[in-house]
């Protein structure tokens, strides 16, 4: 926050100065008063909400862990106590408190990561920003930990109640319970319910004195004494604990996380610094794993934030500060497209039911849900879940839609392959945020999807390149009942329809003979889905490099313009966009058959890509025609195989040569190469 805001009466505490700038690592909060902290939390709102409505980013999850935040960096010393945040979405305040403090560019090249990073500092641990993750490097750290000595250093986990639906997390609450020798927090962050206040109170002393030590050293010699009684004995400990069990059911909410035999304290009200503090503290003396429950309100403090009841401004856009008001309307997107046309196909067939992990509204089944609410189920940041759980819905003649961030279907490949493409379940997947997606960083980009789903017998995915194409296959997807479906798509706006000169023929091999797409047999057969549509076709001078470009999905576009520049300087150029790319269309092998340059473009890996995947195909068709004819030149655009830094989508697309004006350079060089080996085999021959 600027010097200006130091102003008196405002919430900085009695001197008037800004408290924010003189926070410059997590020590320098002990030197405040219960009064300053608060006035602290309140600046931290006030530069949260300035900050991200400049540059979009999660406003509401930040909004709700100021206290929270500022509690566990005075009871804890980071780094030499590890915190790790689960998701990572919620470390905003972390990040202030820990020296970094300037959000001019947050989730931009160059600035602030909007997750954890440990580029940025040493007091961030966990890079991912995938859910439900937390537990598991705790449970690691801590155990190390432990083995190497170190039984000083404190290991915390701050999880949200809806990472906790995540079956990793109850993975690694099982292995945590196993353990009585390591010095481990885990503070579920609860913002799906309201805290109530006497349950809360009641709870907190009577867990002061459950978690203090002194009393479990007490507990477990009554334990020892009576049942070195025998059966006497044995009946009283078992009346004793019944006592404190059946009193503990009454007052504590989540007694079941002590029948997993890790000892829980809470629920605490998570905006009181005070009540949090006390909470820690008493986990921290603990020597064993321990559960802190702490109520939080996400959007806290920010109106606009509090009376947006779908998210609470989970992840905003850049908006006014004012208002909460988006600076740009959104225009009709990917997503909208896909959540008009599923409520419409699923009106008309009641077979078709909404699959999502968490992410509801985000991926466009909201609709969905409003109009038919039992035909939409959200299983919880689940997505192994969602996809076995959907085999079995195909199984009993459903035809689930599973509609997915295309990051987080990373989580669910061994799924796909052995519980629904081995079962030939008819599961439509659908990939929002497909390829580069840019500012949300490394782990967000949904690059990995076609060189991954590559691999699986049976399954069909496409690429559709606008609102048209995208309708045509979410139809395709839906009547098909007998294997996997995919349709991914990118982040953002719609780009403009392309016109279609004509379709390649599916039933020849040889392109050029096809019907107008009005006119195709959309049976649902293998034929139905080698569907590949010419954007452009120039005519052939005599002599010049024959160029195929391929532009898969949302790469259509810039294959194109590149098309167009091309055919500008007299070259014998054919673009094409196939609308299923898993597996190769019959037809695109083809016309690769017959061109001497063949440039793939797509919004994915180039490892494994649908380039590679038509140079292979091509290979074998080639090799089942007795090898008849040369091979073209391939050039393969797209995603490297590495970790993407936080940039622009049109930055990151510059840096791997993915626009127009670089296909058409890789273009031009593959094909002088042919022109010039020609003439040279010319000049031999003389």
């Known amino acids: 926050m600027p010097a200006a805001a130091e102003r008196p009466g405002g919430p900085t505490g009695r001197t008037g100065k800004a408290l924010l700038p003189r926070v410059r690592k997590p020590a320098d909060l002990d030197r405040l008063t219960s009064e300053q902290l608060v006035a602290l939390a309140s600046e931290i709102r006030q530069h949260l909400v300035a900050s991200v409505a400049r540059t979009g980013g999660h406003l509401g999850p930040n909004l709700g862990v100021v206290e929270l935040t500022i509690a566990l960096h005075r009871t804890f010393r980071s780094p030499r106590d590890t915190i790790v945040f689960d998701t990572g979405h919620q470390a905003y305040v972390h990040k202030l408190l820990t020296g970094r403090q300037d959000f001019t560019h947050l989730r931009e090249r160059g600035g602030l990561s909007g997750y954890p990073s440990r580029a940025e500092s040493v007091h961030d641990v966990v890079e991912n920003s995938h859910a439900s993750t937390s537990l598991s490097w705790a449970d690691g750290i801590a155990r190390a930990n432990h083995l190497q000595g170190h039984d000083e250093r404190h290991v915390v986990a701050v999880i949200g109640d809806g990472a906790m639906t995540g079956g990793m997390a109850w993975e690694a609450l099982d292995n945590i319970a196993d353990s009585s020798d390591r010095h481990l927090v885990i503070v579920v962050n609860d913002n799906g319910r309201s805290y109530a206040p006497t349950i809360g109170g009641l709870a907190h002393h009577l867990d002061a004195l459950r978690t203090n030590p002194g009393y479990e050293r007490v507990l477990s010699g009554v334990k020892r004494t009576l049942l070195s009684q025998g059966a006497p004995g044995r009946a009283a400990f078992d009346a004793l604990h019944g006592l404190k069990r059946g009193l503990k059911d009454v007052l ?113 089944l909201q609709p969905m849900a409003d109009a038919m609410p039992t035909r939409v189920i959200d299983v919880g940041i689940a997505e192994q879940h969602a996809l076995t759980f959907s085999a079995g819905l195909a199984f009993a003649g459903m035809h689930p839609v599973v509609a997915l961030y295309a990051t987080f279907l990373n989580r669910a490949f061994d799924q796909v392959l052995m519980d629904v493409a081995l079962h030939r379940a008819g599961v439509t997947i659908v990939l929002d945020r497909a390829g580069i997606t840019g500012t949300d960083g490394a782990s967000h980009n949904g690059m990995w999807d076609m060189a991954l789903l590559a691999h699986v017998p049976g399954l069909r995915l496409a690429a559709p390149r606008d609102e048209a194409t995208l309708r045509e296959s979410l ?212």
């Not at 503290?281 to 959007?299: F, L, N």
């Not at 091979?631 to 655009?637: G, K, L, Q």
């Not at 930055?651 to 031009?668: P, S, T, Y």
Request: charged share 25%.
């Open 252 to 364: 504590v909410p989540s007694a079941f996380f002590e029948d997993l035999g890790i000892k829980y304290t809470g629920p605490v009200d998570g905006h009181d610094i005070t009540a949090v503090e006390f909470a820690l503290t008493r986990a921290r003396e603990y020597a064993e794993p321990v559960i802190v429950h702490v109520i939080t309100e996400k959007g806290r403090g920010y109106t606009p934030a509090e009376e947006h009841v779908p998210d609470r401004f989970h992840a905003v856009g850049r908006i006014h500060p004012e208002t909460g008001l988006p600076v740009v309307a959104e225009r009709f997107g990917w997503t909208s497209v896909f959540a008009e046309e599923i409520v419409s196909l699923a009106s008309g067939d009641d077979r078709i039911v909404g699959v999502t992990a968490a992410m509801q509204a985000p991926v466009g």
């Open 475 to 686: 139809r395709r997807a839906v009547s098909t009942d007998d294997a996997p479906t995919v349709v991914r798509y990118p982040k953002g706006a719609l780009p403009a329809p392309l016109t279609v000169v004509r379709r390649l023929d599916s039933e020849r091999d040889e392109p050029g003979r096809g019907q107008e797409p009005a006119q195709k047999d959309m049976s649902p057969s293998a034929s139905a889905f080698d569907v590949v549509d010419v954007l452009l076709e120039s005519q052939q001078p005599a002599g010049a490099a024959r160029i195929l470009l391929v532009g898969v999905g949302a790469m259509a576009a810039e294959a194109y313009e590149a098309g167009r520049i091309l055919e500008q300087e007299g070259r014998a150029v054919t673009v094409v966009h196939p609308h299923w790319v898993i597996p190769t269309p019959a037809p695109l092998v083809a016309a690769a058959a017959n061109a001497e340059v063949v440039v793939v473009v797509e919004d994915g890996l180039i490892d494994g890509g649908i380039g590679s995947q038509l140079r292979d195909a091509l290979e074998e068709h080639q090799a089942a025609h007795g090898g008849t004819g040369g091979s073209p030149v391939f050039r393969r655009i797209g995603i490297p195989r590495q970790f993407v830094d936080t940039a622009t989508r049109a930055q990151l697309m510059e840096d791997f040569g993915m626009r127009a004006v670089d296909i058409v350079q890789a273009a031009r060089r593959a094909a002088d190469g042919v022109a010039g080996a020609r003439t040279d085999q010319d000049l031999g021959a003389e």
